[in-house]
Each structure stands twice: as C-alpha cells, then as structure tokens.
C-alpha cells in the first residue's frame, strides 16, 4: 500500500553537530509535506513544512529538502541540542484530503 | 486554553468496558482530527471534522468507534465493548481552517485495556 517511511528508526548524534533525518513516500501525487517532533508523553509538534513544488525550505535552524525525482524528503536540524531530542515524523497532506499520512518516526538522541 | 486539552490523560479499562475519550480543541478551530497511535508507532487517522460535520470516518477500525461533535467545538471518541487492540494513545488535533494544513495536537489520552 501507499505509505511514508523512514529509513532508519534511531539517530545518534553528538551535541552541536548536525543531524539528518531521512524520510521516503511513495505517492507522487503528495501536496504537502510536514516534519513534526514528539516528545515523550506529548502530541507531535509542527517543525516545518513544505509544498510539493518546492524543493527546500529553511527555518530557525532546520532545514527540509524535497526531492521528488526520488520521492525523498529530509530534515535537517543545524548545531543539534539536547533538547532537539525526540522522535521525528514526516507526514504527508495528500491535494483533497483531509489527513495526515505519518511515517514510523525516527528516534534523535543527542549526547552531550 | 491555549491549546488543545485532551482528558483523561489516562485510561485503564477491563475488557468489554465502553470508554469515551473527550478532546477540547482551540477556541474557533474548525477542523477536528482524531489519531491513534500505537508504542512506536506513527500516528493512524480516524476521524475528520469541519465544524460538527464528520467528512472522514474511514479510518475508524471498526463499529466499536464512534465520534461526535455535536456543537462544532468539543469532540467526544467512543470506543464499546474495549479489546486490547484498542490500547494506544488516542490524539486530538485541531486547525484554524479546513484540512490537515498546520495542525496543533494534544497530549492525548493514553488507553490501556486489560
């Protein structure tokens, strides 16, 4: 079936580098796409988002990369924090709907 | 409040207990969205509305779940005759206009079935 995934469950990384988070999806006809973050005991929370006709979109310290030609989507978290640690979902708005399609999440540790 | 309130924040339940789920979205939010989410796992949608309208029940599991929000805020996810499938967190979430488009989730309700 149609879905979006990611390709790995847990990240390392170490306090002040750069982190990289990975999602793929595999419906072409996707609008929107949205990474959140979810800290243990809460809902998922909006980091960023980006529409399917656009190839990157920079926030404060984030950065999402749209490739469609391969149909990958990935965050980048610059100078990554302990408090950047979470699980991380990219979900996907396909045009006329009305849900969200959630990955399975990747896990961020950052070690200080 | 200044976000969406979601209650109880825990639920335990025996098997074969009716369970109702309440979630409070922000004040002149339109759309209303209910997901389950599984121990790690990304969250599933169930349920969809625009204003007291329910658009989208096609990922209700079965006629167990039912949802409603009669008066177009407040939003209530029933859940008859609990198995212990049903155990997940159950998450509301809310937007100012109609779809999926910058949505502001609750800390949802965390349902055990024994």
């Known amino acids: 079936g149609e879905s979006v995934g990611l390709h790995l469950p847990t990240l390392s990384v170490q306090e002040g580098d750069n982190s990289i988070i990975n999602c793929a999806y595999s419906?072409?006809?996707?609008?929107?796409f949205i990474w959140y973050k979810q800290e243990s005991g809460k809902g998922p929370q909006f980091i960023i988002d980006?529409?399917?006709?656009?190839d990157k979109r920079q926030g404060q310290r984030v950065t999402v990369l749209l490739n469609k030609t391969v149909k990958h989507l990935s965050l980048q978290i610059a100078a990554t924090q302990p408090g950047d640690s979470a699980v991380y979902f990219c979900?996907?708005?396909?045009?006329?709907?009305?849900?969200?399609?959630f990955g399975q999440g990747t896990e961020l540790s950052v070690k200080p | 409040g200044a976000g969406v309130s979601q209650s109880p924040r825990y639920k335990v339940a025996k098997r074969g207990q009716d369970v109702a789920l309440r979630c409070d979205p922000i004040?002149?939010?339109?759309?209303l969205f209910w997901y389950q989410q599984a121990l790690g796992q990304g969250p599933e949608f169930l349920t969809y509305f625009q204003n007291e309208a329910q658009l989208d029940k096609s990922g209700l599991p079965s006629d167990r779940f039912f949802a409603e929000r009669p008066e177009g805020s407040v939003s209530t996810l029933k859940i008859q005759r609990t198995q212990q499938e049903d155990s997940a967190v159950y998450l509301c979430?809310?937007?100012?206009?109609?779809?999926?488009?910058?949505?502001?989730f609750g800390s949802g309700t965390q349902l055990s079935v024994l």
């Open positions: 979900a996907e708005v396909r045009y006329g709907g009305g849900k969200l399609i």
């Open positions: 004040s002149g939010h339109v759309s």
């Open positions: 419906n072409s006809a996707s609008d929107y």
């Open positions: 980006i529409r399917s006709n656009m």
């Open positions: 979430a809310s937007s100012l206009d109609g779809g999926s488009e910058k949505l502001f």
